[in-house]
Antibody
Framework: EVQLVESGGGLVKPGGSLRLSCVDS????????MNWVRQAPGRGLEWVSC????????YYADSVKGRFTISRDNAKNSLYLQMNSLRAEDTAVYYC?????????????WGQGTTVTVSS | DIQMTQSPSSVSASVGDRVAITCRAS??????LAWYQKKPGKAPKLLIY???TLQSGVPSRFSGSGSGTDFTLTISSLQPEDFASYYC?????????FGQGTKVEFK
């Protein structure tokens, strides 16, 4: 069973950087497509990025393309999101979410979220 | 990019009511659609995938239908724990776009 735990959120100034991490204590992350999804205060869910099991395929939302980098280390059962050139509109709760491969790409495993606040 | 449009944006209902939420895709996505439930301070929860397949552990009062561009999530008899926001998401193409959400509120 996938059990995801995010970390790395915090307060950062505009233009700054943060690196989010997501660790799977269930040791099945390596077999899942993994995503980052965010929810800004008072807003809906926004898909951010996805990485395939072997990191061969990587996708980004237009809103973060060129600023965010998704990566994974299957040996460490970990997923990462490097966020550069942060803007106020990146303020959100960030969730890592996995697609186990049996749900037609629906994300069936989620972390509890980590909060990123971009403010001067 | 595929745009997902949900309606209504909010609905007021009582326990026991039947609630239907619709989701329209800007282009055909076959059955590549998922529905999620989101409560404040909690992670989203997958309810339905493949437009109509109930995720394991989800109560049978939830159901999904549709294909192509028009989809519906139905809660047959609303329970107190169902007051939440609901989102559709297309899983056909990248970017994996969500609908804007529907908040189910207590009447």
């Amino acid at each position: 069973e996938v059990q995801l735990v995010e970390s790395g959120g915090g307060l950062v100034k505009p233009g700054g950087s943060l690196r989010l991490s997501c660790v799977d204590s269930g040791f099945t992350l390596s077999t899942s497509y993994m995503n980052w999804v965010r929810q800004a205060p008072g807003r809906g869910l926004e898909w951010v990025s996805c990485i395939s099991t072997s990191s061969t395929h990587i996708y980004y939302a237009d809103s973060v393309k060129g600023r965010f980098t998704i990566s994974r280390d299957n040996a460490k059962n970990s997923l990462y999101l490097q966020m550069n050139s942060l803007r106020a509109e990146d303020t959100a709760v960030y969730y890592c979410a996995g697609d186990s491969g049996s749900t037609d790409y629906g994300m069936d495993a989620w972390g509890q979220g980590t909060t990123v606040t971009v403010s001067s | 990019d595929i745009q997902m449009t949900q309606s209504p944006s909010s609905v007021s209902a009582s326990v026991g009511d039947r609630v239907a939420i619709t989701c329209r895709a800007s282009q055909g996505i076959s059955s590549w659609l998922a529905w999620y439930q989101k409560k404040p301070g909690k992670a989203p929860k997958l309810l339905i995938y493949g437009a109509s397949t109930l995720q394991s552990g989800v109560p049978s009062r939830f159901s999904g239908s549709g294909s192509g561009t028009d989809f519906t999530l139905t809660i047959s008899s609303l329970q107190p724990e169902d007051f939440a926001s609901y989102y559709c998401q297309q899983t056909s193409n990248f970017p994996r776009t969500f609908g804007q959400g529907t908040k189910v509120e207590f009447k």
